[in-house]
């Protein structure tokens, strides 16, 4: 069965300060994987999604970066964290289909603070 | 653009009430999925659907190609379905959600 796994659970960061999220899938290859974020009081967020090895693409420009070292990794980073960076990140996978739409899978998140 | 509006935003029921949400799309979503996210954030999928209606336990989602809009019903409602509810749109199996701005529901035993 397939599994994701998504680290650190918790965050507690100085401002200036780089991150890194790492998020892995198990039992399936070449997965669609997505970083949302999903700031206080607001809706999911598409931050990155990334449909194979070294393809990714950015929905809202930021002071992060995601990156895809290999098929079932998907790793999301920041040089200097600002306040704003301050919220709860979830990794997500799904299987790339020509045939249409698939489920998401969700990773248990992350609790990033910024201080 | 692909947008997805999703009503009430905010829902308390008396243990037991049947209970209703629902969400809009705009053209160009040939999925909708539903979410569910509990306090502590962390979010399973309930169901995706294209046409007609899906059903687990006490949970039924309904969609309405023509008229670009989906339900989700929940029956008998406790407590432990208070929760987040999250409508969310797909063009296609490659491309990411849109998410409607959920529906925080509180059930009251």
């Known amino acids: 069965s397939q599994t994701i796994h998504q680290w650190p659970a918790t965050l507690v960061q100085p401002v200036g300060s780089p991150l890194s999220l790492e998020c892995t899938v198990e039992g399936t290859s070449n997965p669609n994987l997505y970083w949302y974020r999903q700031a206080a009081g607001r809706g999911l967020q598409l931050l990155f999604y990334s449909v194979g090895i070294g393809q990714i693409s950015s929905e809202v420009p930021q002071n992060l970066s995601a990156s895809r070292p290999q098929d079932r990794q998907f790793i999301l980073s920041s040089k200097k964290l600002l306040l704003s960076d301050s919220g709860f990140y979830l990794c997500?996978?799904?299987?790339?289909?020509?045939?249409?739409?698939?489920?998401?899978?969700f990773g248990a998140g992350s609790r990033l603070t910024v201080l | 653009k692909n947008e997805v509006e999703q009503s009430p935003q905010n829902l308390t029921a008396q243990e037991g009430e049947f209970i209703t949400i629902n969400c809009s799309y705009s053209?160009?979503?040939?999925?909708l999925h539903w979410l569910q996210q509990h306090p502590g954030g962390g979010i399973v999928s309930l169901f995706m659907?294209?046409?007609g209606k899906k059903k687990h336990g006490r949970l039924i989602a309904t969609i309405n190609i023509q008229e670009k809009h989906s339900s989700l019903h929940i029956t008998a409602s406790h407590p432990r379905d208070s929760a987040v509810y999250i409508c969310a749109g797909q063009n296609s199996g490659n491309t990411p959600l849109v998410f409607g701005k959920g529906t925080r529901l509180s059930v009251i035993a």
């Open positions: 997500a996978w799904g299987q790339g289909a020509s045939s249409g739409a698939n489920v998401l899978t």
């Open positions: 053209v160009g979503i040939s999925a």
């Open positions: 659907l294209s046409s």
